[in-house]
């Protein structure tokens, strides 16, 4: 297949899309229609329904050159969503870069999991927050339910930071960041605090999608050997920055949910679930400060 880009070719911006989705084609894109026609919309602004009326309209040449620039962008498989530099999550756009992950649906449910436990003046920590999606979600759903919290977003990385700081300040959300290697650098005391860590094994990491393995940031994916090390980390000191009755909410992979379980058991947490997709797929894993029993249950011994 000829991956070269025949731009006197393209009249119509309805040509100048097909032309981009039979590059990505060439390239092995796994979405080559969708990722050429949303290449197109951030280059001309537009939705499916201004493509609709102007996709029949003669191509302007800088605008052809522009979308050339991204398709040979996209052809390298870097992501989507770091070309444009936005990310949709839970109803917002998260401006990222390859400072932070990408924040996926999954990552939504653990969301859906905390929201209902979170009441009127908690106060949440957020570990490892990368592009802040998780602590600037928590913060705005809850002042859209009338509940005032705190949130603090902590990263180890500052670029993270960086980004998750720009992204408050877009969506209108009041966080504190603080950069710190888990715990290092966190005071005080916390109703809640969430987690996505790195968990993909070491050795899974080099059979990634390109689009992960190439552009991701290693640190956000990378838990070790077995994908546990900050799971033991995080496990092990939460308990001393958790109220009496506290939740810790962990993002899992796929089958690190019986895992996370026992190492949160071991450390005398209560209550402990995993939280399933749709698909019956393990997503997080909740559990509760040493006398949650107690505070959830109304029961007097545990």
Same mark, same amino acid.
């Given at each position: 297949? &000829? ?6 070719m %393209?009249?119509?911006?309805?040509e100048l ?8 084609t060439?390239a092995?894109? *796994?979405e080559?229609a969708a990722?050429?026609?949303? /290449? ?6 537009? &939705?499916l329904?201004d ?11 800088d605008?052809k050159a522009?979308?050339?620039r991204?398709?040979k962008r ?5 992501? /989507? =969503?770091?070309?444009t530099g ?5 109803? !917002?756009?998260?401006h990222v870069t390859?400072d ?6 999954d990552?939504?449910?653990l969301?859906e999991?905390?929201?209902p436990?979170?009441k009127?003046g +908690?106060?949440v920590? +957020?570990? %490892?927050?990368?592009s802040g ?12 339910a009338?509940k005032?919290?705190?949130?603090t977003?902590?990263d180890? #990385?500052e670029?993270a /930071?960086? $980004? ?5 300040a ?5 966080i504190k960041?603080?950069?710190?290697? /888990?715990? @290092? ?5 916390y109703?809640?605090?969430?987690v996505?860590p *790195?968990? $993909?094994?070491?050795?899974?990491i080099?059979?990634l ?6 552009? @991701? ?5 990378d838990?070790?050997d077995?994908?546990?090390?900050? !799971?033991?980390r995080i ?5 001393? !920055?958790?109220v #009496? ?5 962990l993002? $899992? ?7 996370? @379980? ?6 005398s947490y209560?209550?402990?679930?995993t ?8 997503r997080?894993v909740?559990?509760?400060?040493? =006398?949650?029993? =107690?505070?959830?249950?109304g029961?007097? &011994?545990?």
């Amino acid at each position: 297949m &000829n991956s070269s880009f025949e731009l006197g070719m %393209c009249g119509t911006y309805y040509e100048l899309v097909h032309e981009g989705e039979r590059l990505l084609t060439s390239a092995g894109c *796994p979405e080559p229609a969708a990722d050429a026609r949303l /290449l197109l919309f951030f280059v001309m602004g537009w &939705n499916l329904t201004d493509f609709a009326a102007g996709g029949g309209k003669p191509c302007e040449d800088d605008k052809k050159a522009e979308f050339l620039r991204l398709v040979k962008r996209r052809m390298t498989r870097e992501p /989507l =969503q770091y070309i444009t530099g936005t990310a949709p999550f839970f109803g !917002y756009d998260f401006h990222v870069t390859p400072d932070v992950l990408i924040p996926r649906f999954d990552t939504e449910i653990l969301v859906e999991s905390v929201l209902p436990h979170i009441k009127n003046g +908690d106060r949440v920590l +957020d570990m %490892c927050t990368g592009s802040g999606c998780i602590a600037i979600t928590l913060f705005l759903e809850s002042a859209n339910a009338a509940k005032t919290v705190s949130v603090t977003a902590s990263d180890i #990385s500052e670029a993270a /930071l960086g $980004i998750a700081r720009d992204n408050a300040a877009a969506l209108g959300a009041q966080i504190k960041t603080v950069r710190s290697d /888990l715990f @290092e650098r966190i005071e005080g005391t916390y109703d809640i605090i969430t987690v996505n860590p *790195p968990y $993909i094994e070491t050795e899974v990491i080099g059979t990634l999608d390109p689009e992960v393995r190439l552009f @991701e940031p290693r640190l956000a994916l990378d838990g070790s050997d077995d994908g546990l090390a900050l !799971y033991r980390r995080i496990v092990r000191d939460a308990g001393r !920055y958790l109220v #009496s009755g506290g939740l810790l909410a962990l993002e $899992i992979g796929y089958d690190q949910s019986k895992a996370v @379980e026992e190492l949160m058991r071991a450390e005398s947490y209560v209550n402990v679930s995993t939280v399933r997709d749709l698909g019956g797929n393990a997503r997080c894993v909740l559990g509760y400060a040493a =006398q949650t029993a =107690q505070a959830v249950c109304g029961l007097e &011994n545990i």
